[in-house]
């Protein structure tokens, strides 16, 4: 599966973005999906994931309350609605798919798009 994310931008605090992670092939929905961000000099972390049908989601506990992430399989779409940003949030936002449950670590992963800058400015 190739996957592209997307809706990135520059935001100030207190706003919100949605981001979109577009899929290729018929079997996104049998792909758990999540989206990771990576800070400059800092390693990649996880925010949240989604099983394949949208029902099980999971949060990293910085973002809880804040992000919320869906699919919509028939469009071969994820996103991440993202709400009360803070500075600390920007980073570049990657998606990434895989089979089975919804993994919580990179390494989980099979499949990653290229990322997409978000900004917070304070």
């Known amino acids: 599966v190739q996957l592209q994310a997307s809706g990135g931008g520059l935001v100030q605090a207190g706003g919100s973005l949605r981001l979109s992670c577009a899929a290729s092939g018929r079997t996104f929905s049998t792909y758990a999906m999540g989206w990771f961000r990576q800070a400059p000099g800092k390693e990649r972390e996880f925010v949240a994931a989604?099983?394949?049908?949208?029902?099980?989601?999971h949060y990293a506990d910085s973002v809880k309350g804040r992000f919320t992430v869906s699919r919509d399989n028939a469009k071969n779409t994820m996103y991440l609605q993202m709400n009360s940003l803070k500075p600390e949030d920007t980073a570049v936002y990657y998606c990434?798919?895989?089979?089975?449950?919804?993994?919580?670590?990179?390494?989980?992963?099979?499949?990653w798009g290229q990322g997409t800058q978000v900004t917070v400015s304070s």
């Open positions: 989604s099983s394949w049908s949208g029902d099980s989601t």
């Open positions: 990434a798919a895989r089979f089975g449950p919804p993994g919580l670590t990179t390494a989980q992963y099979n499949f």
